[in-house]
């Protein structure tokens, strides 16, 4: 059928070609592009093309969860091996109704568990594997997480759906594994039948595959069959390891997923896409219109797409293929996707995941975030206190409509998506008396007439003329335009560019009360510590003014350095102060109101710190001093192919109780992610002291802390890299730091 639909396009534009003038077009999922379409042709048909009904429903959701939990739970590892012994899972407790309670009170809308990681550990009773929650004490064997959480979303009005991951580390290491295993290709019905173990659902496939497609279809037929109602289906492209030249029949998924879960969309092939990594980044402009190299529809390989910018006007003149393609922003609540601890595992805080909601969800993306559950089956206290938090931030200030009694044009103002107004210049809006906003939420009209804001801006009436507030590029879904509160009781947005007439669906106004911000450390090579309100390392400012100086006012700031949780009768923050090894925990007040707590471990000082070994020490951009300078920004780099190891000369003999290993941010090569420490006596013979491994270093490229399992004494210290994240050929530090006893 879609053969069909794009044949008869084809036919129609190319008459529309023949005559030289643009086409009068309908609107499509996918629209292909010819070698004789002129620039106005092919952004007309940009402008023409829709997410389907699937893809517009799972816009709706706007704030979902992700779930991480198995073996790596309990080994606190990032990733699996696959060798692990399924009783490593050791579960005892499991509280699904709390998962959802606190998801639902965050604002989310659904939850996709992941029922299996890389190490092909199942949390489902399969009748395929007995690599899994079968085969661990939960539940005596017979546990079920998904079947538990989908009770528990059904209870609490969540929708649901799954990550399988096509890498399986077990169904490659195992002897018996089917994962590249060199199996032919012939027809096979799936599901494959097993003894004792029938299914309610009678549907049968034939198709053409392997063992390992033949297991990983089985598996999708249980989960889309016997679990309710699945909205999403989550793959990514990772492969930790890859064996036997193994392919993924995708053709055969895809018409599996569209059979069983027909209104589910897949995630990392032609209905979401990856918004290219895993920090909570978004994005000034999101273009959910993107250009393609061949028909989507027929693909099989769906490459990551992480350019800044996706679906310019530029990017559509070379493609061949327009096809409309959401972006999920993907990140985690705490460091890494699984659980690790309580105490060293950063939780992000309210301000921070408040804000990655506004950039995404008011970005034309979805915001998917992580929620780890811990060793007793729960949230842990502090996740649900933030998502507790994030969910009465998101209900304070956008549930309440300051336009609901707005004069204009009734369509952009009773928040239906069906309505809209065409209009390509002004749209005028006015109250009965003035109103306060620092929010402007605007939506376009896309399940009809698709994307075509290319920038707008948001005006107000002030001292009797028009004053403008925010500007910013595309809208799509939705937009959310943030500025310093302003006052006034007549206002107007522009539309200053778009690929053509837009339909503009919604505008509604809002009020977020400021929080106090939360705490940045820095500190320079002297040891004096320096305490600013943070700035967010990812900002969106489309008005482009300083949103943390204009909306934080009147701050105070109170600190420790003595572990204790800081209040405002702590020691109030006036002056850097000095401070050698510790840490120190800081918390600001605005207007009476309390922010969260910021906490930073600091290395020893580093002014007596002398290179005993490591390479491209002479060489003025990345010299090895760039490794320990107070400054981040900065990083020492090996040269290619020398996975160098870096020895230092401490000054003096000092009680270490571990160290601190940044990588940097604008580089992912040379990330050290396993590593040994040594020491040494007289800085020349070295014994090892204590391995060391940091996971996910490339997508969360983010300082990371190891404690040694005893105190060290030593005054010389060697790191010694032994793998390199991405299978990198060089080593790179921006910051390294060790932590006095």
């Known amino acids: 059928m879609k053969k069909l639909s794009i044949l008869l396009f084809t036919l129609a534009t190319f008459g529309a070609v023949a005559q030289n003038k643009i086409p009068l077009l309908k609107t499509s999922n996918t629209i292909p592009v010819f070698a004789g379409d002129t620039r106005e042709m092919i952004v007309n048909k940009a402008a023409h093309v829709v997410p389907t009904k699937n893809q517009h429903e799972a816009l709706k959701n706007e704030f979902i969860a992700f779930i991480h939990i198995g073996p790596n739970t309990f080994t606190r590892m990032e990733w699996g091996n696959g060798k692990e012994d399924p009783k490593i899972f050791d579960l005892k407790e499991l509280h699904t109704d709390q998962w959802c309670q606190a998801m639902k009170s965050a604002g989310m809308k659904m939850v996709i568990i ?10 489902w009773q399969s009748r395929y594997t007995k690599h899994g929650i079968m085969s661990t004490g939960f539940q005596n064997g017979k546990g079920d997480i998904l079947k538990e959480l989908s009770a528990s979303c059904k209870k609490y009005g969540l929708k649901l759906g799954i ?68 909205d999403e289906v989550w793959f990514d492209g990772a492969h930790p390891k890859t064996k036997g030249g193994q392919k993924y029949n995708y053709a055969a998924w895809k018409k599996l997923i569209h ?49 800044e910018l996706l679906g310019d006007r530029e990017d559509l003149y070379k493609a061949k293929f327009l096809h409309y393609q959401q972006a999920e922003t993907n990140t985690s609540i705490r460091e890494g996707w699984f659980y690790r601890d309580d105490n060293k595992q950063k939780v992000r805080s309210a301000d921070d995941v408040f804000d990655i909601y506004e950039r995404s969800t008011g970005g034309n993306s979805t915001f998917l975030l992580n929620i780890p559950p811990n060793r007793d089956g729960k949230f842990s206290p502090t996740d649900v206190q933030v998502l507790n938090e994030v969910g009465k931030r998101i209900k304070d200030t956008y549930g309440k409509n300051l336009f609901s009694r707005a004069s204009g044009p009734k369509e952009v103002l009773d928040q239906s998506t069906s309505t809209y107004v065409l209009n390509n210049q002004q749209i005028l809006l006015s109250t009965a008396s003035a109103v306060t906003i ?11 007439h698709g994307e075509r804001v290319e920038q707008h801006a948001l005006d107000a009436w002030i001292d009797n003329q028009w004053k403008e507030i925010a500007r910013a590029t595309n809208i799509g879904y939705k937009r959310i335009l943030r500025f310093p509160e302003i006052t006034s009781s007549k ?27 939360q705490i940045q450390f820095s500190r320079d090579p002297d040891g ?33 350095t003595d572990g204790t949780e800081p209040t405002n009768s702590s020691l109030k923050y006036t002056k850097p102060f000095l401070m050698n090894s510790g840490e120190v925990k800081a918390l600001s007040y605005s207007k009476n109101i309390k922010g969260s707590v910021n906490t930073n471990v600091f290395g020893m ?16 951009r990345n010299s090895t001093i760039r490794a320990f300078d107070e400054n981040d920004r900065t990083y020492w780099q090996s040269k290619e192919g020398m996975i160098d190891p870096i020895a230092l000369d401490l000054g003096k003999q000092i009680k270490l109780k571990g160290f601190a290993y940044t990588p940097p941010k604008e580089n992912s090569d040379g990330m050290i992610q396993k590593g040994i420490i040594q020491t040494s006596t007289d800085g020349n013979t070295w014994a090892d002291t204590e391995g060391f491994e940091f996971g996910n270093l490339i997508n969360d490229p983010v300082r990371r802390i190891h404690y040694f399992k005893a105190p060290i004494y030593s005054r010389f210290i060697r790191l010694v890299p032994k793998e390199i994240a991405g299978n990198g050929k060089t080593v790179a530090i921006a910051e390294l730091d060790f932590i006095e006893n």
């Open 605 to 620: 000082l580093k002014s007596n710190w002398k290179v005993l070994e490591g390479s491209s020490e002479k060489q003025s």
């Open 114 to 123: 992941t029922v299996k990681h890389h190490d092909g550990f199942v949390l």
């Open 163 to 230: 990550y399988l991951s096509p890498a399986d580390l077990f169904q490659i290491e195992s002897p018996t594994g089917l994962y590249g295993n060199l199996s032919k290709v012939n027809k096979r019905t799936v599901p494959r039948q097993v003894s004792g173990r029938p299914f309610i659902n009678k549907t049968k496939f034939e198709f053409e595959i392997d063992d390992y497609n033949e297991y990983f279809l089985n598996q999708l037929f249980e989960l889309l069959t016997e679990y309710g109602q699945v």
């Open 528 to 560: 004096l510590v320096k305490l600013t309100p943070f700035e967010q390392e990812f900002n969106w400012k489309p008005h482009g003014e300083h949103a943390a100086q204009n909306l934080n006012t009147d701050v105070e700031i109170y600190y420790t």
């Open 438 to 448: 620092n929010r402007l939420v605007l939506q376009e009209a896309i399940a009809t």
């Open 491 to 517: 206002f107007r947005v522009r539309i200053l560019k778009s690929r053509a007439i837009p339909a503009i669906s919604n505008i509604t106004a809002h009020y977020y009360t400021s929080r106090p911000p």
């Open 259 to 307: 059979t069983l879960a027909p209104k589910a969309v897949i995630f990392g092939r032609e209905d979401i896409r990856w918004c290219g990594n895993e920090a909570g980044k978004t994005r000034d402009t999101e273009w959910n219109v993107i250009p393609y190299s061949e028909n989507p529809n027929e693909a099989t390989n769906f490459p990551d797409m992480t350019r």
